[in-house]
């Protein structure tokens, strides 16, 4: 028996190769590591009250749009009290 086969026969390399993930299973894991640390984020960002938030220049409507715009655009919810004209 060579040092690469195991006991049934198989190619170790083969059965190393069935245990290594997919590609695609990569992809699903960077996702879901991806949305567990966006998870943490805005649980972390919504427990700071309206004064810590303003020291780190952000609004509390923000903080959706900030975690999860990759543009570094932040768009604002207007104010309960703000009337726009046309």
Known sequence: MSPHTLTGGTPASAMLAFFRPSPRLAGVRAAVHRYLALRTA???????????????????????SVLCDRSGERTIAPSPGLQTQY
């Open 42 to 64: 805005h649980a972390e960002l919504t427990a700071l009250d309206d004064r810590t938030l303003k020291d780190i220049g952000l609004d509390r409507s923000e903080i959706t």
